[in-house]
């Protein structure tokens, strides 16, 4: 039998490093060195995405992020070495796409706990 999704993200999870909502608010009071990184659909990240994310669509990571590709988004692709926090909805997404950076040679990539959904329950801020 086949790997389900919920075995990948599993699996993905044990590879990667998640943050909270409170320090990832810290982090973006206190440092001008991360990128935070939404890899929601563009429909959702337009209805409301964390201050200052940069939009990647998960479908489309690999090439944004590679700055070998002609197309690449300029901010991610530049970020390999820098701080890196993905989110989606719920998390899980953005853990697959945290292991996939990883996998490419981000050497600093989070991916913040719960997404935007526990950040929004906490009443952090939303830009819409």
Known sequence: MGKSLADFIRAARHQIREIDCDTLEDWLRSR?????????????FLEGHLPGAI????????????PDYGHCHPELAAARDGVVVLYCDSGTRSALAAV??????????YNL???????????????S
């Open 55 to 66: 939009h990647v669509p998960r479908g489309y990571l690999e090439a944004l992020a590679d």
């Open 100 to 109: 996939t950076l990883q996998e490419m040679g981000f050497t600093e990539v």
């Open 32 to 44: 001008d060195d991360v990128l935070v990184v939404d890899v929601r659909e563009s429909s959702a």
């Open 113 to 127: 706990g719960g997404g935007i959904n526990v950040w929004d329950a906490e009443d952090k801020p939303v830009v």
